[in-house]
């Protein structure tokens, strides 16, 4: 027995991204599909027999029929034996006239993409494997209880792998103080007496880099970043499985677009090449870069800023900046402002020569101008 697995959850289809302008929120919706597709060639190619998304495939229950539609036939070119898709608690199943799960097993006739929108077992056995799924999908988009419980007081034979299929926060991997997530412990986890569980709902993926041996339960994470929250390019989890119970696992990079934050306290006019640099560094045509940009310039440190962040706009995916910078102060940049012999310029350059209280001189400008306003 040699059991192959792709395990997806997360990929929250339907956002909108609707704070970018419209040619990058487009790039982006197409991204999650994109990345889908990734995914299911490379199931493909490594002959995966089962291709699992453990919840929340999509945003919301209000989705577009058209991106649900995508979405299943992308799914539906998958070469393997089944697709299993669990409802999770973005994409949750609350009854028969649910919308969203009826245009979903409609798009899905005649395919192998199975909606798992109920507790269940599900049995499959070939020549080369047999394996039960026991499906734990979530009824609402908040529980305080976890929906695994059933799972223990199910009849295990020795003759085949037992997996679990569930959605919801894992104690002392994500936080949940207000236990809204289907919380689930480890020893919950342990105590149904599966071979693994295949998981969904924390944005970042475990077990660890590194880990050997079998886990008690994969996450894959998102599939494709979706913020920048997200530091992590997009991932899933390959899975191999034998009938020793004995597993391999690899962590796959599935994401094409990065979101990057850049936090930077501007000294000196020289760090406006070093934020150059780094930006340089970045793949920026499919990169949403933001700048947090701190400190105090010279005018002419400004103007070079300035410059840069012209530079950079049409080259990146996308570029937002928050600028709280000061110009900072020298003799010629005071007596730009203030005539010799006025009292702001005396005050300010007796400040400035004051080297055991640098900052002086900045507050005494800050409170001159906040006076010319009034």
């Known amino acids: 027995m040699h059991l192959r697995i792709l395990h997806t959850a997360d990929n929250h289809i339907g956002l909108s991204f609707s704070k970018y302008p419209e040619e990058v929120s487009k790039r982006l919706i197409d991204e999650r599909f994109e990345a889908l597709e990734r995914l299911v060639a490379t199931a493909n190619e490594r002959n995966a027999h089962f291709f699992v998304v453990a919840g929340d495939l999509f945003d919301s229950l209000k989705i577009d029929k058209g991106q649900i539609e995508r979405a299943v036939k992308i799914l539906a070119r998958f070469e393997g034996e089944y697709v299993l898709v669990l409802a999770g608690n973005h994409d949750f199943y609350e009854g028969s006239d649910n919308k969203l799960w009826k245009c979903f097993t409609e798009a899905a006739v005649g395919t192998r993409v199975l909606a798992l929108t109920s507790q269940c077992v ?23 209880d976890n929906v695994i419980g059933w799972v223990a007081d199910e009849q295990k034979s020795p003759d085949c792998l037992h997996i679990g299929l569930a959605h919801g926060n894992v104690e002392g991997l994500g936080l949940d103080a207000e236990q809204r997530y289907f919380n689930m412990s480890e020893l919950d986890l342990k105590a149904a007496g599966l071979h693994t569980w295949l998981l969904g709902h924390i944005h ?12 008690t339960y994969f996450m894959p994470g998102i599939h494709t970043p979706d913020s920048v929250k997200c530091t992590h390019p997009g991932h899933a989890w390959w899975i191999e ?14 994401g094409a677009i990065r979101f990057v934050r850049l936090q930077r306290e501007m000294k000196q006019d020289e760090d406006v090449d070093r934020l ?28 070079a800023l300035q410059l840069l962040l012209a530079e950079l706009k049409p080259a990146f995916c996308d570029l937002s900046h928050e600028i709280g910078i000061a110009q900072l102060l020298d003799k010629a940049s005071i007596a ?3 005539p010799e012999g006025t009292v702001p310029h005396a005050l300010l350059q007796a400040l400035l020569a004051d080297e055991s209280n640098p900052g002086d001189a900045h507050l005494a400008l800050e409170l001159i101008n906040e006076l010319q306003k009034s």
Do not use: W
């Open 276 to 303: 150059r640099r780094d930006c340089g560094a970045l793949s920026a045509s499919t990169t949403i870069l933001n700048l947090q940009l701190s400190g105090r310039l010279s005018e002419e440190g400004m103007a």
């Open 204 to 215: 970042v993926p475990a077990p660890a880099p590194g880990t050997i041996g079998r886990p």
């Open 336 to 338: 730009k402002r203030f």
């Open 241 to 254: 499985l034998e009938s020793d119970a004995s597993c391999r696992h690899e962590l796959l990079s599935t």
């Open 122 to 144: 599900k049995d499959f056995k070939r020549d080369d494997y047999h394996v039960r799924f026991y499906c734990c999908p979530c009824p609402s988009k908040h529980g305080k």
